[in-house]
T-cell receptor
Framework: AQSVTQPDIHITVSEGASLELRCNYSYGATPYLFWYVQSPGQGLQLLLKYFSGDTLVQGIKGFEAEFKRSQSSFNLRKPSVHWSDAAEYFCAVGDSSGGGADGLTFGKGTHLIIQP | KAGVTQTPRYLIKTRGQQVTLSCSPISGHRSVSWYQQTPGQGLQFLFEYFSETQRNKGNFPGRFSGRQFSNSRSEMNVSTLELGDSALYLC????????????FGPGTRLLVL
């Protein structure tokens, strides 16, 4: 069964500093990977996704992520965070073999706090 | 294009009651998935519907059920509510099944007393 680990429950970053959120997955085949963001009281917004091809993917709001098969990782990065980036971030993996019928498997999330 | 809409946004029920939640997908999307989000268990897949058929179901008891209508709108029902069913229920839609991107609605927050 596939699984996703986000090792950091909370991360505090100063406004303007760089950010990296970690995500490790367990999956037998080539995974389909996603990063979603959730603001308080809101649903999930897709930041970026990796299906195949270039391992460095660009997303919205200045975010990027790099797929590293050898490390089973899909870390999210942003060069300079803004106070509005404070939110919960979820990494997810989709099943590439069964046509995605099993739904997405999510990590537990990383709560990002921005210090002024 | 309007996003995924869910109604109601908030619900309070008591143990033993049943509840029905509604989800309207993005226009043109035929697949609807449901997820439960709780502080303890995180986001968990409930089930997915495509063309009025349930394609798969997560590891939830039979009290959780759903259906999809011909216009792709979906409902989920929870019978005999338990305190542990208190959660944010999220609906996601995508154009087709398979690995299309899922777009999430704002969720319905259910509180069971």
């Amino acid at each position: 069964a596939q699984s996703v680990t986000q090792p950091d429950i909370h991360i505090t970053v100063s406004e303007g500093a760089s950010l990296e959120l970690r995500c490790n997955y367990s999956y037998g085949a080539t995974p389909y990977l996603f990063w979603y963001v959730q603001s308080p009281g809101q649903g999930l917004q897709l930041l970026l996704k990796y299906f195949s091809g270039d391992t460095l993917v660009q997303g919205i709001k200045g975010f990027e992520a790099e797929f590293k098969r050898s490390q089973s990782s899909f870390n999210l990065r942003k060069p300079s965070v803004h106070w509005s980036d404070a939110a919960e971030y979820f990494c997810a993996v989709g099943d590439s073999s069964g046509g995605g019928a099993d739904g997405l498997t999510f990590g537990k999330g990383t709560h990002l706090i921005i210090q002024p | 294009k309007a996003g995924v809409t869910q109604t109601p946004r908030y619900l309070i029920k008591t143990r033993g009651q049943q509840v029905t939640l509604s989800c309207s997908p993005i226009s043109g999307h035929r697949s609807v998935s449901w997820y439960q989000q709780t502080p303890g268990q995180g986001l968990q897949f409930l089930f997915e519907y495509f063309s009025e058929t349930q394609r798969n179901k997560g590891n939830f008891p039979g009290r959780f059920s759903g259906r999809q209508f011909s216009n792709s709108r979906s409902e989920m029902n929870v019978s005999t509510l338990e305190l542990g069913d208190s959660a944010l229920y999220l609906c996601a839609s995508r154009r087709d099944h398979g690995l299309e991107t899922q777009y999430f609605g704002p969720g319905t927050r259910l509180l069971v007393l």
